[in-house]
């Protein structure tokens, strides 16, 4: 079973993305960018869905921080985020995410976007 590290440090976007995922995948679901790099440290998901705005730590640090980090670089990233300004989605392009899914967003659209990363690692 494929393994997802969901971060966000919202509590009900965390159980709301939980329930849509965890019938097929397993889950880890931290609320910070720094536990999400402590996590890294121990856990090695195949796809990371990672927030851009947080508190402390947003996004695009976490994932500057993964791509300097050999033993995380090259880990998928998906952003996902409220924030639908296309210089968002440009920067986190840049950084390496490999998607970008606008909040809200429908269930079957996040599975078929997890789903379409597997497909380019085939």
Partial sequence: MKHILFVDDVSTNLKCVGLIL?????????KSGREALQCLKSVKPDLVLLDIHMQEMDGYDVMRCMRADPGTAQIPVILLTADAE???RERGIALGALDYISKPFEPQELLARIGAVWQMEE
């Fill in 22 to 30: 965890k019938d097929q995948y397993k889950v880890t679901m931290v």
């Fill in 86 to 88: 296309e210089d968002s």
